[in-house]
């Protein structure tokens, strides 16, 4: 771990101490962002504060994430086959066209879980070149399917597939891209016991890292706000509210704490939060159990939209 030279003795951290950002990313060991001005930790007038997350993480997230990924497979799998044995099975609002290109986003975010496994567990040796490329791909297929659910909720674009809605996908994917873009350009490799591909390899304040930060905000949280206002303000898509459309939004609610998480760990690195012991010795772990929920997308999605078609 990346320790500051100077440390005050009210806080001690685990060599392998674990950055408060992100858990799933073989993510950053460097606990300094809370040092102060003169390079030192704060003194929390409290016992040693002890951060002892990365041991944990490093045991649990290779294991998790494989059985994820095996279980997400066969899932995918199956709603695939099932959208290729009963093509006229589904409509709005889960459409075959809307739901194949929610299974392809899925598809994508689990091809990566093994490379993250591996990095994770044995350390990062692909390069920063395809670091970025991965976390740029994880985002893009995370953005793609958080729009792919919100156009599907409140709009019947996705009724057939005609001209409009081929505008609609390469809109959907294409905007996913460019919103993904500021991500690739905040991550890279860090050197620790063992090389780690981090989502944040600038500072916080940098563009890059607020770019992204804005855009997965407004992903996690605002867009699944406005959307739910406006289906309980709208008639039309309130009376159009059926089975399908919460399953879709099984999505945004996997991903909600983890929204919340990524704000409040901002709070705390641009110091508008001023961390307690508690909040050093714990918060590694809420914001890793909140990105863990939402990874479980992949493995529990296939199935919220299997589930509808088997009554």
């Known amino acids: ?115 993250v496994a591996v990095g994770i567990g044995q350390g990062w040796r692909l390069g920063t070149g395809l670091c970025s490329l991965t976390h740029l791909l994880w985002h893009w297929s995370l953005f793609a399917q958080g729009l792919l659910v919100a156009s599907g909720s409140c709009s019947t674009a996705w009724c057939r597939w005609d001209p409009r809605s081929r505008r609609l996908t390469v809109a959907v994917w294409a905007g996913a891209l460019l919103l993904a873009t500021p991500v690739a350009l905040a991550s890279g490799t860090v050197a620790s016991p063992v090389t780690s591909c981090v989502r944040r390899s600038v500072a916080i304040l940098s563009p890059a890292y607020m770019l992204h930060l804005a855009f997965c905000l407004c992903l996690f949280l605002l867009l699944p706000a406005g959307l739910l206002v406006a289906t309980l303000a709208v008639p039309r898509l309130r009376a159009g509210w059926q089975p399908g459309v919460g399953a879709s939004w099984l999505f945004f609610g996997l991903w909600l704490p983890y929204g919340v998480g990524l704000g409040v760990d901002f709070l705390l690195r641009a110091r508008l939060l001023q961390p307690s012991c508690g909040t050093f010795e714990h918060f590694d772990y809420v914001l890793g159990l909140g990105e863990g929920l939402g990874v479980l997308h992949c493995c529990l999605g296939p199935a919220a939209l299997l589930a509808p078609r088997l009554r």
């Open 1 to 115: 771990a990346r320790g500051s030279p100077r440390q005050s003795p009210s806080i001690l951290e685990s060599k392998n101490s674990l950055d408060l950002m992100d858990i799933l990313g073989n993510l950053s060991y460097d606990v300094t962002a809370y040092e102060d001005s003169n390079g030192t930790f704060p003194d929390y007038d409290a016992a040693p504060c002890h951060n002892e997350y990365c041991p944990l993480f490093q045991r649990v997230a290779p294991t998790f994430l494989a059985v994820t990924c095996a279980v997400a497979t066969l899932g995918t799998g199956a709603l695939l086959v099932a959208l290729a044995k009963r093509p006229h099975a589904w409509g709005w609002p889960q459409s075959r066209a809307l739901v194949a290109q929610l299974a392809v986003g899925m598809g994508l975010f689990t091809t990566l879980l093994p490379a």
